[in-house]
């Protein structure tokens, strides 16, 4: 039986690797905005991410999922979240790297592309723990509605410290925090939900209600919102534990069975006379969250580019070291069709996330209001078909677990449902383009930069200029998301990408060349070009 399991042809490990030095779209686009004081910064976390070692934290965090304690062995209710120690040292590794709420507090003036380049590389290796890291990043617009709070729970939750564990949050070396906004009965229209707040002589108030979705239960503090008699909806923010040490009533009724995002918990909550306290003005929740909405989405984008990247990277390295039909896989026309096609989706992808980022650096919010969420729609959407049509360059070693596809693939839909899906997302572009005359003149700034450097570009944004002149209807919706950032993308590509790079992405995503099916619209020729670039 020896002679008959000899191992050939089978590809080496893709770790280790540095998944910085190795990324030319992420080293280039953070030269181009901040020189090399990213690239230095992050030198240890490109590291880091590209070893064995935390390749197995991964699948680890992943292969066992968390589990929730409702009552000690006594029956007492305690509401916790036990998970495996591989999540823990994620979550270690994002926090001490200043990947949460850090950029806010920061002085570095790339602070927020510093940090969306470290999250691309921390959700390679693992995609659900960056769900409490997202949302500890983007509560803390929103906290500024509330002076009193912010100074209260502002260092802690940007401290680099990584404190797991329910007890006071004023003493607590570092902060995390999650949101509980959806009702069962209403999703993404929030407008719908039912649970009240009630106002307390002592200026707190009392929440009572149902959250179909509560994201990240095992964190500190909460964004929810609820209905105010006499105003509508409103924010509030909830500890778990209250200050002082007591448990607030923060019942958890179960956690979810995702799809994907396994690690990470989601759960349904019941708040019972629950403590809050209000963030912004009566009846204005929506408005106060909106800019936290704008960083998650943001982080969208960055989690569903990372995932390509990760995607492209483990098939370009099976295709490099695998032989089939008399070749290496990398020589074959048509597979060298399909990875340059997924290299240019990695490519653009990188290049969005990076521009959007350094906007928040700059504080362009009218460019953000409407470029991140074109951006969230778009990216988000062309996961499944890319990590897909990766998994695909594996054969039937993709569809195994082993080779880490199925995990990015089951992920990849995640981040285009999440902070709102396709129609609601599209709906909120055309609402910017209709009613935000600073957002669109920002985005037609910006997609003005590359006019006359490509005449498919240059086509392309007339086109699109005349649709926004008449055609603003909701039924237009998605395809002018789908525009906006296809030629956002080609705009980027064009100013910061390799010529090659630009020039093959106008060609088959502007031009008459342009198809739908990865790797179907680009020549051999082509093909050769953007896989010489390294």
Do not use: C, N, Y
């Given at each position: 039986m020896a002679a008959t399991h000899e191992v050939l042809n089978q590809v080496p490990p893709f770790r280790p690797t540095d998944l910085?030095?190795?990324d030319r779209g992420l080293l280039a686009g953070q030269t181009h905005y901040a020189g090399k004081s990213t690239e230095r910064?992050?030198?240890e976390l490109g590291s880091l991410t590209g070893s064995p070692e935390v390749e197995e934290w991964g699948e680890q965090a992943n292969a066992n999922p968390p589990v929730l304690r409702t009552h000690d062995r006594f029956g007492h209710r305690i509401d916790e979240v036990s998970f495996h120690p591989a999540w823990h040292r994620l979550m270690q590794a994002s926090v001490e790297n200043g990947l949460h709420a850090a950029p806010w507090a920061s002085p570095?003036?790339?602070?927020?592309?510093r940090r969306a380049a470290g999250f691309f590389l921390m959700s390679q290796v693992e995609a659900g723990h960056g769900c409490p890291i997202s949302m500890t990043y983007a509560i803390w617009p929103a906290l500024q509605h509330n002076p009193e709070l912010a100074a209260a729970y502002g260092p802690g939750l940007t401290a680099k410290a990584y404190a797991p564990g329910l007890v006071d949050p004023l003493t607590k070396p570092g902060l995390l925090a999650g949101m509980a906004m959806t009702e069962k009965q209403g999703g993404s229209d929030v407008r719908a939900n039912t649970t009240r707040a009630v106002e307390q002589p002592d200026g707190s108030y009392r929440l009572t209600g149902h959250k179909w979705f509560c994201s990240a239960p095992m964190c500190d503090l909460?964004?929810?919102l609820a209905q105010l008699e006499g105003a509508g909806l409103s924010c509030f923010l909830v500890p778990r534990v209250l200050p002082g040490g007591e448990r607030n009533a923060f019942a958890l009724q179960r956690l979810k069975d995702k799809l994907g995002n396994r690690s990470n918990a989601s759960s349904e909550v019941e708040f019972d006379q629950t403590v809050g306290w209000l963030i912004g003005h009566e009846g204005k929740g929506v408005r106060t969250i909106i800019d936290m909405v704008t960083m998650t989405r943001l982080d969208c984008v960055i989690g569903s580019a990372a995932g390509q990247r990760a995607a492209y990277a483990l098939a370009r390295h099976h295709a490099e070291h695998r032989s089939a039909f008399g070749a290496q896989l990398?020589?074959?026309p048509v597979m060298r069709a399909v990875l340059a096609d997924l290299a240019l989706e990695s490519e653009a992808a990188t290049a969005t996330f990076l521009r959007l980022a350094a906007a928040v650096d700059n504080t362009e919010q009218a460019l953000t209001r409407i470029a991140v969420a074109a951006a969230?729609?778009?990216?988000c959407k062309r996961s499944p078909m890319v990590v897909g049509e990766a998994l695909e360059c594996l054969g039937g070693n993709g569809y195994v677990e082993e080779s880490g596809l199925p995990r990015l693939f089951r992920e990849s839909p995640l981040n285009s449902i999440w902070e709102g899906s396709g129609n609601v997302i599209a709906l909120d572009v055309l609402r910017a383009l209709t009613r935000d005359e600073a957002a669109a003149t920002a985005l037609r700034t910006e997609l003005t930069e590359a006019r006359g450097?490509?005449?498919?570009y240059d086509a392309a944004l007339t086109g699109l200029e005349r649709r926004l002149s008449s055609d603003l209807e909701p039924s237009s919706a998605r395809r002018l998301a789908s525009e906006l950032a296809l030629l956002l993308q080609a705009s980027l590509l064009l100013r910061t990408a390799p010529g090659v790079i630009s020039d093959v992405f106008c060609a088959t995503r502007l031009g008459p060349q342009?198809?739908?099916?990865?790797?179907?619209g680009v020549s051999r020729q082509q093909a050769d070009a953007v896989l010489a670039v390294r």
């Open positions: 910085l030095q190795t910064s992050l030198a570095e003036p790339h602070a927020h592309l909460f964004l929810v990398i020589d074959q969230k729609f778009w990216v450097a490509d005449t498919r342009s198809a739908a099916v990865i790797g179907s």
